[in-house]
């Protein structure tokens, strides 16, 4: 996901998409562990992408001060 495209999106969107990318990380990184991943380097672009919205959330809030 580009910077963006995450811009775009309002606060309560950028929160649930972490949530759901966290969940779906995780998830990944367990499977990962057990066989590994057709594309490992997918677990890298998935942590990217949740740094990315943790960014934009962080200049929000500071904002919004």
Known sequence: MKMSE???L???EIVEK???LR????LDRINH??????NPASL????K???RLEMVLAMRR????
């Open 6 to 8: 995450i811009k775009e």
């Open 10 to 12: 309002t606060t309560p």
């Open 18 to 20: 972490l949530e759901v």
């Open 23 to 26: 969940k779906s990380y995780n």
């Open 33 to 38: 562990s057990v066989s590994p991943l057709e």
């Open 44 to 47: 890298r672009a998935q942590r």
């Open 49 to 51: 992408t949740i740094a």
């Open 62 to 65: 500071v904002e919004n001060q």
